[in-house]
């Protein structure tokens, strides 16, 4: 088997827990979970520096979902590199579990901080990334953002920051879906010219398409390998990736999935993109 093949195996893998979980569960974000799994599988795969076996190692690299509402797709992930056992997967939001439906700290599960609010991740990546420096640790540190959350003042003052400070150690990357809770971002509040926003706060900008995970993986390989501050990767992706009946649509928090095909009984929960 190459290695796209696998990717696209374990991906898949990802996706059927992911919507295992809703189905027994009926709760959960579907869109926000989906649409990441392209980038998890590639960082934790084949980008960072990470040992399941050794899960507190110093020099580890770190990962930060500052999306913390998709959570599901951080967990399945995890599962599948040997983190989290696949039969705890089922205990999701249950009593006693430790799979939560945002991320609580649990470093031996490969988890590596709590996150709750939006707009925190990066502030947070930045404060991991300037200790490694000062400890003079080799490690990068991978914060995944939501586009929503950008609407967030303190996601910008952290990136003024970061390149203010020029961590090298730090990648962020924004998982541009173009949807959040409530309707578009278009409508909401509009974030293009994305690109040259950040391009103009100090940070060198890449773009990919977020659901080829070639892509994804040759992009961060070859900035890594030149990189001389913080980096943005800005993904192109769509909401309920890999869910034909889902894609590029959003649903309100709480909405319950139900039956095989997942269809919900009010259609007022389902807004059009």
């Not at 990066?122 to 404060?127: A, K, P, T, V």
């Not at 926003?197 to 992009?219: C, M, P, Q, Y």
């Not at 319950?256 to 259609?267: E, G, H, M, R, Y």
Request: overall charge negative; charged content about 25%; proline content about 3%.
């Amino acid at each position: 088997m190459d290695k796209d093949s696998s990717f696209d195996k374990i991906i898949s893998a990802c996706r059927t827990n992911i919507l295992d979980i809703l189905e027994a569960g009926g709760i959960g974000h579907s869109g926000g979970s989906l649409s990441i799994l392209e980038t998890l599988v590639a960082l934790y795969f084949e980008i960072a520096k990470i040992d399941p076996k050794n899960p507190k190692w110093e020099n580890r690299d770190r990962f930060i979902l500052s999306k913390g509402h998709g959570v599901l797709g951080y967990y399945t992930a995890l599962s599948e590199i040997g983190y989290i056992p696949e039969e705890d997967l089922a205990s999701f939001e249950k009593d006693g579990t430790y799979l939560f439906g945002h991320p609580v700290m649990n470093r031996s599960k490969g988890i590596e901080c709590s996150n709750g609010s939006l707009g925190m991740g990066l502030s947070l990546g930045i404060g991991v990334a300037l200790a490694g420096k000062r400890k003079n640790i080799d490690y990068k540190v991978y914060v995944v953002m939501g586009d929503g959350e950008c609407n967030e003042g303190s996601v910008w003052e952290a990136a003024l920051f970061a390149s203010t400070h020029k961590l090298d150690n730090l990648f962020a990357i924004v998982n541009y879906n173009r949807l959040q809770g409530m309707g578009s971002v278009e409508e909401i509040i509009q974030l293009e010219p994305m690109v040259e926003k950040w391009a103009s706060f100090g940070w060198r900008v890449l773009e990919v398409n977020g659901h080829d995970h070639a892509e994804t993986i040759s992009s961060l390989k070859r900035d890594s390998k030149k990189c001389t501050g913080n980096s943005f990767l800005d993904q192109d992706v769509l909401k309920e990736e890999g869910v034909t009946d889902f894609e590029q649509y959003a649903v309100k928090p709480g909405t319950t999935l139900i039956s095989d095909a997942f269809v919900d009984d009010n259609p007022e929960d389902w807004i059009s993109f």
